[in-house]
């Protein structure tokens, strides 16, 4: 089905222009403009391609593509759970209490494709939560992380998760654990921009720059509230905290003073 005269018109007016602005915007009378949009008449190519240029969009979309219903659906991105969304469990038989599953990092690129199968779920290791700190009601979940961008949390630490059904109560600056369909399972500190359907992923390891992820792209949210890891952190490597930076800064100025003040007496 053509759709050129319905998306020229709708194109035009989330410009919010008249069809006399537009044509002189694109270099066509005004007549012509409501022609198109009424299907009257059809732009010549290079009227086509300047509309293209004009509403950044390709050929293809402009006339094949009903581009409103397009908009429509990316606005329909349920981020506030209330379609049904399917997040298989597993229950100890004997107590009747869900159960933690852990993700490994060998298990991450099966758990994209199995994240709603209950069976592989099911097979995936599984243990009842010991924390006394953590209420029983609530979906945990452990993912193993690799890489170093989260120093000093260190790679192939498990993340202790709870699961979000609402996006929108993702609270900027604090860590999460991403399923994503591009990106996989990521493992960072969140920006909420929402509003514009996207999240700002950042790393604790200032050597990796901040990122955006659409909304679309997200599979399941999952906020982490501790970790347990069995490699303990080198302490020649544990980053500078506030204070000992500070004590740092002030040594390497009286040393620098130090060494003046002995130049000035020897000259």
């Given at each position: 089905m053509n759709f050129l005269g319905e998306n020229i018109k709708w194109l035009r007016k989330q410009k919010a222009l008249t069809q006399e602005k537009l044509?002189?915007?694109?270099?066509?009378?005004?007549?012509l403009i409501g022609a198109y949009e009424e299907g009257r008449?059809?732009?010549?190519?290079?009227?086509?391609?300047?509309?293209?240029?004009?509403?950044?969009?390709?050929?293809?979309?402009?006339v094949n593509t009903d581009l409103?219903?397009?908009?429509?659906?990316?606005?329909?991105?349920d981020m506030k759970g209330e379609k049904l969304r399917i997040?298989?469990?597993?229950?100890?038989?004997?107590?009747?209490?869900?159960?933690?599953t852990i993700v490994p990092v060998k298990a991450s690129a099966g758990y994209l494709k199995g994240y709603g199968d209950i069976d592989y779920i099911e097979a995936l290791p599984k243990f009842p939560l010991p924390f006394p700190e953590l209420p029983k009601d609530r979906t945990y979940r452990l993912f193993q992380i690799s890489g170093d961008s989260m120093l000093p949390v260190l790679p192939k630490s498990y993340i202790i998760c709870q699961y979000v059904d609402d996006w929108h109560t993702i609270k900027s600056e604090e860590c999460y654990v991403l399923i994503t369909h591009y990106e996989g399972i990521v493992y960072k500190r969140v920006i909420n921009n929402l509003n514009e359907?996207?999240?700002?992923?950042?790393?604790?390891?200032?050597?990796?720059?901040?990122y955006k992820i659409q909304a679309s792209e997200i599979i399941e949210v999952w906020k982490a509230l501790g970790y347990t890891s069995f490699e303990l952190?080198?302490?020649?490597?544990?980053?500078?905290?506030?204070?000992?930076l500070t004590e740092t800064i002030i040594q390497l100025k009286n040393d620098v003073e130090f060494l003046k003040q002995r130049f000035i007496k020897d000259e």
């Open positions: 044509s002189a915007k694109i270099g066509v009378k005004r007549a008449a059809e732009p010549k190519l290079r009227t086509i391609l300047t509309l293209c240029h004009y509403f950044d969009v390709s050929i293809d979309d402009l409103s219903a397009q908009k429509a659906k990316k606005n329909s991105i997040l298989p469990i597993t229950v100890d038989q004997q107590t009747e209490r869900e159960l933690c359907q996207e999240l700002i992923l950042k790393s604790d390891n200032p050597e990796y720059k901040p952190p080198d302490t020649q490597q544990v980053p500078l905290n506030t204070q000992q």
